[in-house]
């Protein structure tokens, strides 16, 4: 109910600007990705399953923080679309992708649901597991 109160705000609001969008366009807009908390990360990582860590940061960014995790899958946002096969192993398991934020491993997951996988981004990304780490 309110998620289609929403929609229909968001359309009113882009009708009066001027900017045509049906109300499934702008659902799309809205669409949520797919994500976990810290903690829930950190529970997967106690137990290692059927999960495997995609880290879409760049080479430099790497080098100054290591991650601690083992089976990490790296390769740059940038480099995903052209390397998604490189994933093909792991179609039947949950890709957790990470980065400092968030913004680009929600970017991935957009990518990686449209070619078939199941995946979900770390919630406040790298820069907030590893806060919540130091307390």
């Given at each position: 109910m309110i998620k289609r109160a929403v929609i229909s705000i968001l359309?009113?609001?882009l009708l009066v600007g001027g900017i045509v969008m049906s109300a499934g366009t702008v659902q799309g807009l809205i669409k949520k990705v797919p994500g976990v908390e810290t903690n829930e990360l950190k529970t997967w990582l106690s137990s290692p399953g059927d999960q495997v860590i995609v880290d879409v940061r760049t080479d430099s960014e790497r080098e100054i923080d290591k991650l601690d995790f083992d089976g990490v899958v790296?390769?740059?946002l940038q480099e995903l679309p052209d390397r998604i096969e490189e994933l093909?192993?792991?179609r039947y398991q949950t890709i957790v992708v990470v980065c400092p934020e968030g913004s680009r491993s929600?970017?991935?997951v957009r990518w990686l649901r449209k070619?078939?996988?199941d995946a979900v981004f770390l919630?406040?990304?790298l820069n907030g597991f590893n806060e919540e780490q130091a307390l």
């Open positions: 359309t009113a609001i790296h390769i740059p093909a192993g792991y929600r970017q991935a070619a078939g996988y919630r406040g990304g």
